[in-house]
């Protein structure tokens, strides 16, 4: 920022919100480690003037009087936000999803109240580069989840908000709900830390409000902290990259060499220590007053800047570092940090040659800012040349390519060992129109092409070991050629399916924030789902992963076979889904599984882009398929929404799940038709005598249930409107665990429903609903107590080599029951469970 007028700047008497905002950035960097290691740390103990005071009323007067007629834009790096807007006390139980959505309208309405907009991004996949840190953060989640389960059945009540956990599915919800409040709320095509500050940067945003120590790095527009927002003042806390290159000895091009030298998420913290440590013992400037850590951070910018620096541009980085082996993720972490018209120092400029790419011929031009020769790459089409660094033993590129309209040069690494391009970002003008999809529950025309202000890269990083079973499609009609020098916007990867505009539909909604899950299944042929609050010494109830995959196998199926329901070329899913016992060293290799739908399985062309009459009864056709609910079609019409989403995932459960009994769906009943009638305030005030683990993991697997939902209900072309199945109106967390605990008392209906004669209704007949539709798939529904006199035998956990059987209820020939997809089987045969 050039004024400082409107910082609050605190020279002698540090201000009481910037001593608050760094004990919480204590509590931040011991709970999850974002961004750079050590580097929040370093700024709280050893350089807090990094940290200045700033008013979000104030910034935007400022912007407005500099550019008048603009708005003051803040984009907002949501998966960093998502701990600071669930204010609602209640975390344990499945969500307070009423109470959220007021804390989410509340934020909103605040930023609104003063101009400023804000834009929100979503990760959208996880990259190949950042999988083991992935992992790594999963495995360390089990075992707090774990903590959490012995504090619940040790206490019977929810611990304390230092073991907080945040609901499942509350990433996939809160862009819902951003939508359903009238915000620009997109998905990302990587991990969105990139793309927020890429848009920032291009579009002159006010700022980043995040909390993700990477964003200190980006040479982008200022980094605001969402943990020292105060809602009512809008005071902040903005971290000052410049102040930090100041306190280092460096320039702001020196900060991602930093960055990858201290690790981040895609350079191990371990690949460079001991390279770190001969760094301390030569810095002759250790400050006593710093922790081992500061004095590390310091030592490794002493020696970039004292010694590093001397041979920059002369020498490559692997002859200045011991890069060994990991010389090309290290290129890639470097290189991952710039942002469209940004290029590094520190990557070698080759002095003479020519050498070629992708057919391309490369000549010599001198960069005049740099004064030193760089090769470019001459497009005959556009007739404009691309710089581009390369290494001219590795044979490593970095591609600077130049969008003819941007005129910015555009960082593209090429991995050596993969033979794969790593586009750094994407074309910040795509002016391709492709086709209009009309969306059914809008009824509006969406163009189908990604956001014009996303400024995304597309990741082309795939994984060599996935070895599918049919091949891999790319668009046939693309010549080799044409890879490097178009926009990544509409540049051809590897891909799952063959349609490009199929594929083109999926993509707009993905970015969009309106679908789940579809466009990563066509695209890369990879999914994730990251952890749920569930019992792993539970003996009945199996982890949700398990219990919605034949679900998912369907959807699979529907996504890429070829419209006739065959799944025999259909290629295999990779699944790095979280559960019990699973060590995610590699991921589960699913097979789609081949849905029954009268008249045959539609095509995507007719279920997504058709306006044809009675299209809409053939989307719910396909959807219930999925579920493997045809039969149950007719009891389903004659329900109401929003329940009619809701009993058809508890018929679903229940045929699926043996052991859930007559009082958990009284239970989900009542406290769906009740939640009708409660207020915010009501729902707040809940108490609970005591805490259940079992309701806990029950409220897991229906919200759960309803993210499946999502994905379904996009992938066959939202026969449903979203808000059916958005949790704030069918699901409360507190108000559920009430309704099971008086369910297993024994209440009545009439004292579940709260005396309510019309809800006393509605719940028999939801209940006759799901109870016949059970009853056809020769799964009865019976009270606990009938239960347990003819299932006196305890129950193995599911992948349990004692109790491996199928109950009496599992449908054959529709998909394993979940008793036998356990992981059990991955510690003793690597390969049972690869057979899907």
């Given at each position: 920022?050039?004024?400082?007028?409107?910082?609050?700047?605190?020279?002698?008497?540090?201000?009481?919100?910037?001593?608050?905002?760094?004990?919480?950035?204590?509590?931040?960097?011991?709970?999850?480690?974002?961004?750079?290691?050590?580097?929040?740390?370093?700024?709280?103990?050893?350089?807090?003037?990094?940290?200045?005071?700033?008013?979000?009323?104030?910034?935007?007067?400022?912007?407005?009087?500099?550019?008048?007629?603009?708005?003051?834009?803040?984009?907002?790096?949501?998966?960093?936000?998502?701990?600071?807007?669930?204010?609602?006390?209640?975390?344990?139980?499945?969500g307070?999803?009423?109470?959220?959505f007021?804390?989410?309208?509340?934020?909103?309405?605040?930023?609104?109240?003063?101009?400023?907009?804000?834009?929100?991004?979503?990760?959208?996949?996880?990259?190949?580069?950042?999988?083991?840190?992935?992992?790594?953060?999963?495995?360390?989640?089990?075992?707090?989840?774990a903590?959490?389960?012995?504090?619940?059945?040790?206490?019977?009540?929810?611990?304390?908000?230092?073991?907080?956990?945040?609901?499942?599915?509350?990433?996939?919800?809160t862009?819902?709900?951003?939508?359903?409040?009238?915000?620009?709320?997109?998905?990302?095509?990587?991990?969105?830390?990139?793309?927020?500050?890429?848009?920032?940067?291009?579009?002159?945003?006010?700022?980043?409000?995040?909390?993700?120590?990477?964003?200190?790095?980006?040479?982008?527009?200022?980094?605001?902290?969402?943990?020292?927002?105060?809602?009512?003042?809008?005071?902040?806390?903005?971290?000052?990259?410049?102040?930090?290159?100041?306190?280092?000895?460096?320039?702001?091009?020196?900060?991602?060499?930093?960055?990858?030298?201290?690790?981040?998420?895609i350079?191990?913290?371990?690949?460079?220590?001991?390279?770190?440590?001969?760094?301390?013992?030569?810095?002759?400037?250790?400050?006593?007053?710093?922790?081992?850590?500061?004095?590390?951070?310091?030592?490794?910018?002493?020696?970039?800047s004292?010694?590093?620096?001397?041979?920059?541009?002369?020498?490559?980085?692997?002859?200045?570092?011991?890069?060994?082996?990991?010389?090309?993720?290290?290129?890639?972490?470097?290189?991952?940090?710039?942002?469209?018209?940004?290029?590094?120092?520190?990557?070698?400029?080759?002095?003479?040659?020519?050498?070629?790419?992708?057919?391309?011929?490369?000549?010599?031009?001198?960069?005049?800012?740099?004064?030193?020769?760089?090769?470019?790459?001459?497009?005959?089409?556009?007739?404009?040349?691309?710089?581009?660094?390369t290494?001219?033993?590795?044979?490593?590129?970095?591609?600077?390519?130049?969008?003819?309209?941007?005129?910015?040069g555009?960082?593209?690494?090429?991995?050596?060992e993969?033979?794969?391009?790593?586009?750094?970002?994407?074309?910040?003008?795509?002016?391709?129109?492709?086709?209009l999809?009309?969306?059914?529950?809008?009824?509006?025309?969406?163009?189908?092409?990604?956001?014009p202000?996303?400024k995304?890269?597309?990741?082309?990083?795939?994984?060599?070991?996935?070895n599918?079973?049919?091949?891999?499609?790319?668009?046939?009609?693309?010549?080799?050629?044409?890879?490097?020098?178009?926009?990544?916007?509409?540049?051809?990867?590897?891909?799952?399916?063959?349609?490009?505009?199929?594929?083109?539909?999926?993509?707009?909604?993905?970015?969009?924030?309106?679908s789940?899950?579809?466009?990563?299944?066509?695209?890369?042929?990879?999914?994730?789902?990251?952890?749920?609050?569930?019992?792993?010494?539970?003996?009945?109830?199996?982890?949700?992963?398990?219990?919605?995959?034949?679900?998912?196998?369907?959807v699979?199926?529907?996504?890429?076979?070829?419209?006739?329901?065959?799944?025999?070329?259909?290629?295999?899913?990779?699944?790095?889904?979280?559960?019990?016992?699973?060590?995610?060293?590699?991921?589960?290799?699913?097979?789609?599984?081949?849905?029954?739908?009268?008249?045959?399985?539609?095509?995507?062309?007719?279920?997504?882009?058709?306006?044809?009459?009675?299209?809409?009864?053939?989307?719910?056709?396909?959807?219930?398929?999925?579920?493997?609910?045809?039969?149950?079609?007719?009891?389903?019409?004659?329900?109401?929404?929003?329940?009619?989403?809701?009993?058809?995932?508890?018929?679903?459960?229940?045929?699926?799940?043996?052991?859930?009994?007559?009082?958990?769906?009284?239970?989900?009943?009542?406290?769906?038709?009740?939640?009708?009638?409660?207020?915010?305030?009501?729902?707040?005030?809940?108490?609970?005598?005591h805490?259940?683990?079992?309701?806990v993991?029950?409220?897991?697997?229906?919200?759960?249930?309803?993210?499946?939902?999502?994905?379904?209900?996009?992938?066959?072309?939202?026969?449903?409107?979203?808000?059916?199945?958005m949790?704030?109106?069918?699901?409360?967390?507190?108000?559920?665990?009430?309704?099971?605990?008086?369910?297993?008392?024994?209440?009545?209906?009439?004292?579940?429903?709260?005396?309510?004669?019309?809800?006393?209704?509605?719940?028999?007949?939801?209940?006759?609903?799901?109870?016949?539709?059970?009853?056809?798939?020769?799964?009865?529904?019976?009270?606990?107590?009938?239960?347990?006199?003819?299932?006196?035998?305890?129950?193995?956990?599911?992948?349990?080599?004692?109790?491996?059987?199928?109950?009496?209820?599992?449908?054959?020939?529709?998909?394993?029951?979940?008793?036998?997809?356990?992981?059990?089987?991955?510690?003793?045969?690597?390969?049972?469970?690869?057979?899907?």
């Amino acid at each position: 920022m050039k004024s400082i007028s409107c910082f609050r700047n605190t020279p002698s008497k540090m201000n009481p919100l910037l001593v608050i905002g760094l004990q919480w950035f204590g509590i931040l960097s011991r709970r999850s480690v974002m961004g750079v290691r050590g580097l929040q740390g370093f700024v709280r103990s050893s350089c807090p003037h990094i940290c200045t005071v700033v008013n979000f009323k104030e910034l935007a007067e400022h912007h407005r009087s500099r550019h008048p007629g603009g708005t003051p834009t803040i984009v907002v790096d949501a998966m960093c936000c998502l701990r600071y807007w669930y204010t609602p006390d209640s975390w344990i139980c499945g969500g307070q999803w009423r109470e959220y959505f007021s804390s989410l309208r509340e934020f909103v309405k605040t930023f609104t109240a003063v101009g400023i907009k804000l834009v929100f991004f979503f990760d959208g996949m996880v990259e190949q580069s950042k999988r083991d840190e992935w992992v790594k953060r999963r495995l360390k989640n089990n075992r707090e989840i774990a903590k959490i389960f012995h504090y619940i059945k040790s206490h019977r009540e929810q611990p304390g908000r230092n073991m907080f956990f945040i609901p499942s599915g509350l990433a996939i919800f809160t862009q819902f709900a951003l939508k359903a409040l009238g915000q620009e709320t997109l998905c990302s095509l990587q991990e969105a830390d990139y793309e927020v500050a890429s848009y920032g940067l291009q579009n002159n945003c006010l700022g980043i409000l995040g909390e993700d120590t990477d964003y200190l790095i980006y040479d982008t527009c200022p980094y605001f902290s969402i943990s020292e927002l105060s809602l009512d003042s809008l005071d902040t806390i903005m971290l000052c990259r410049e102040k930090l290159c100041q306190s280092l000895g460096l320039s702001l091009s020196d900060l991602p060499l930093l960055a990858c030298l201290l690790g981040n998420d895609i350079i191990p913290e371990g690949m460079f220590e001991s390279f770190r440590y001969k760094c301390l013992s030569s810095y002759t400037s250790v400050k006593e007053n710093f922790d081992k850590k500061g004095n590390i951070i310091l030592a490794v910018a002493d020696h970039i800047s004292k010694v590093l620096r001397l041979h920059q541009g002369e020498k490559k980085l692997e002859e200045m570092l011991p890069l060994g082996p990991n010389k090309a993720l290290f290129y890639k972490g470097v290189a991952s940090y710039l942002l469209p018209g940004q290029k590094s120092p520190w990557f070698f400029q080759k002095p003479e040659g020519v050498v070629t790419l992708d057919k391309q011929v490369l000549s010599m031009s001198s960069d005049p800012k740099s004064k030193q020769e760089v090769p470019v790459c001459t497009d005959p089409g556009s007739k404009q040349e691309v710089p581009v660094c390369t290494d001219p033993e590795s044979k490593q590129e970095v591609l600077l390519y130049t969008h003819p309209e941007s005129k910015q040069g555009v960082p593209v690494y090429t991995d050596p060992e993969s033979k794969q391009e790593v586009p750094m970002c994407t074309d910040p003008e795509p002016k391709q129109e492709f086709p209009l999809c009309t969306h059914p529950e809008s009824r509006q025309e969406v163009l189908l092409c990604t956001h014009p202000e996303s400024k995304r890269k597309l990741p082309v990083d795939t994984d060599p070991e996935f070895n599918l079973e049919a091949p891999l499609c790319t668009n046939p009609e693309m010549k080799q050629e044409d890879l490097v020098n178009m926009g990544p916007e509409v540049k051809p990867q590897i891909t799952m399916v063959l349609d490009p505009e199929i594929l083109k539909v999926a993509r707009a909604h993905h970015v969009q924030a309106e679908s789940y899950l579809v466009y990563n299944v066509m695209s890369s042929g990879e999914v994730e789902c990251s952890n749920s609050l569930e019992d792993a010494m539970d003996q009945a109830l199996p982890s949700q992963a398990f219990v919605y995959r034949p679900v998912r196998q369907r959807v699979y199926s529907l996504l890429l076979g070829d419209g006739e329901g065959g799944t025999s070329t259909c290629p295999t899913v990779k699944e790095w889904f979280v559960y019990s016992g699973n060590p995610l060293r590699q991921p589960d290799l699913v097979r789609p599984l081949q849905m029954s739908i009268p008249g045959g399985t539609p095509s995507l062309k007719l279920l997504w882009l058709s306006q044809e009459a009675g299209l809409q009864a053939q989307r719910l056709d396909t959807l219930l398929a999925c579920f493997d609910l045809s039969s149950s079609r007719e009891e389903l019409q004659v329900v109401e929404s929003p329940f009619q989403a809701l009993c058809c995932l508890l018929i679903y459960l229940f045929v699926q799940v043996d052991t859930l009994c007559l009082e958990d769906l009284h239970a989900f009943i009542a406290q769906a038709l009740c939640l009708e009638g409660k207020t915010t305030m009501e729902l707040a005030d809940l108490q609970l005598d005591h805490v259940d683990p079992r309701a806990v993991q029950l409220g897991t697997l229906l919200v759960r249930g309803l993210t499946t939902l999502v994905l379904v209900n996009s992938a066959c072309g939202f026969p449903w409107k979203t808000s059916d199945f958005m949790p704030w109106n069918l699901f409360d967390g507190k108000l559920f665990h009430q309704k099971y605990l008086q369910s297993e008392r024994g209440y009545t209906a009439e004292a579940l429903v709260e005396q309510h004669r019309s809800w006393l209704t509605r719940f028999h007949a939801l209940k006759s609903v799901v109870c016949k539709a059970c009853m056809k798939e020769n799964r009865p529904i019976v009270s606990r107590r009938h239960w347990r006199s003819h299932h006196s035998g305890q129950r193995g956990r599911q992948g349990s080599s004692d109790h491996r059987m199928s109950s009496g209820y599992s449908r054959s020939g529709q998909g394993q029951h979940w008793r036998d997809q356990g992981p059990g089987s991955r510690q003793y045969d690597p390969d049972q469970w690869r057979r899907y």
